[in-house]
Nanobody, 116 residues
C-alpha cells in the first residue's frame, strides 16, 4: 500500500509560479508512471503531466512550455513546477501513481487558485 500526500498548493497571482510536491509513503522506484491530474469545478479531471519510469514525459496541451514534471526516487517524491500561471489553471491537483492495474494510487488533492 502506498499513501500519497500532495503539498504546495495555494493562492497565486496570474503570471506567478508554484511547485507542487507529491510524497509517497513507500518506494516509488517500481512505479511505471507517475502523473499529475487536475479538476476544475464543473469540469472533468484532466491529465496535466506524466513521467514514466525511464524519465520520458508528456504534458497536456494547455500546460506545455509552462509546467515541468520531475521525480526524485531517492526522496520518493514527484514534483510539478508550474510557471506563468493563469486563472484557467485554477483547480484541485491530484497525483496518481500507476504500478499495475491492481496497484494504483491517488493523492487527496491540493487546491491551486490563480487570481488577482
Amino acid at each position: 500500500q502506498v499513501r500519497l500526500v500532495e503539498s504546495g498548493g495555494g493562492l497565486v497571482q496570474p503570471g506567478g509560479s508554484l511547485r507542487l510536491s507529491c510524497a509517497a509513503s513507500g518506494s516509488i522506484f517500481s512505479s511505471k508512471t507517475m502523473s499529475w491530474y487536475r479538476q476544475a469545478p464543473g469540469k472533468e479531471r484532466e491529465l496535466v503531466a506524466r513521467i514514466a519510469s525511464g524519465g520520458s514525459t508528456i504534458y497536456g496541451d494547455s500546460v506545455k512550455g509552462r509546467f515541468t514534471i520531475s521525480r526524485d526516487n531517492a526522496k520518493n517524491t514527484m514534483y510539478l513546477q508550474m510557471n506563468s500561471l493563469n486563472p484557467e489553471d485554477t483547480a484541485v491537483y491530484y497525483c496518481y501513481f500507476f504500478f499495475s492495474y491492481t496497484s494504483q494510487y491517488w493523492g487527496q488533492g491540493t487546491q491551486v487558485t490563480v487570481s488577482s
